[in-house]
Structures are given as C-alpha cells and as structure tokens.
C-alpha cells in the first residue's frame, strides 16, 4: 500500500490550498480514510476523515466549517480543501488509511501512511 500526497505549499492567510492523496495497492472499502497534521513541536492531530464507501465526512473541530475532505473511488484519491487557512494550520499533513479503531484522533488506529505534505501559512 502507498499512500503519495501533493499540493502543499505556501499562502497568504485567508488563502486557500487543495491537497491530494493518490492511494495505490489496495482499496478501503470498509474503512474511513483520513487526513492528520502535525505542527511545529505539537503532537500529530486529526484534522478529517471520509468513509470511503458512503462518503460521510468528520472534522475537527479546528477545521469545520473552512476545511473539505472528499475521495474520488475512481481515481482511489483523496482530496482536501483548505479555505481560510490561517498561520496556525502551518503543519506537515499526512493522509492516511485505513481507520481501524473508535477514535480518529488515535494515530495508531491508522495503519498506512504517506509521507507528509508541508503547508504554510504565513499572517
């Protein structure tokens, strides 16, 4: 299973960036796919997570309301939305999947990784 994101980069805050996750070697059909982040000497955080077969959407609550998780089963991609990104969203994000616990804020509920995506937010 590999996990590649792109599409980090640096904004102005107010701004807004899409990241992409492309997943090869397995489908989660059963699963939740999601995005983490971790900034600057913080812990990794959930930050989204979509069912791969439904579509259903969770969000932190940092993020509601500005971030857009969705997935492409075509394509087996994973995209996020960032608007109104702000300097405190400055992180490396991470895809991951799949989600395999009860508790999305659980990093080792996830069991494959990508290897990280720098945003930065600058005020």
């Known amino acids: 299973v590999q996990l590649v994101e792109s599409g980090g980069g640096l904004v102005q805050a107010g701004g807004s960036l899409r990241l992409s996750c492309v997943i090869t070697g397995r489908t989660f059909n059963s699963f939740s796919i999601g995005w983490l982040r971790r900034a600057p000497g913080k812990e990794r955080e959930f930050v989204a997570a979509v069912s791969w077969i439904s579509g259903t959407t969770y969000y932190a609550d940092s993020v509601r309301g500005r971030f857009t998780i969705s997935r492409d089963t075509d394509k087996n991609t994973m995209y996020l939305q960032m608007n109104s990104l702000k300097p405190e969203d400055t992180a490396v994000y991470y895809c991951?999947?799949?989600?395999?616990?009860?508790?999305?804020?659980?990093?080792?509920?996830?069991?494959?990784w990508g290897q990280g995506t720098q945003v930065t937010v600058s005020s």
């Open positions: 991951a999947a799949p989600h395999t616990g009860w508790n999305y804020s659980a990093v080792e509920e996830w069991d494959y």
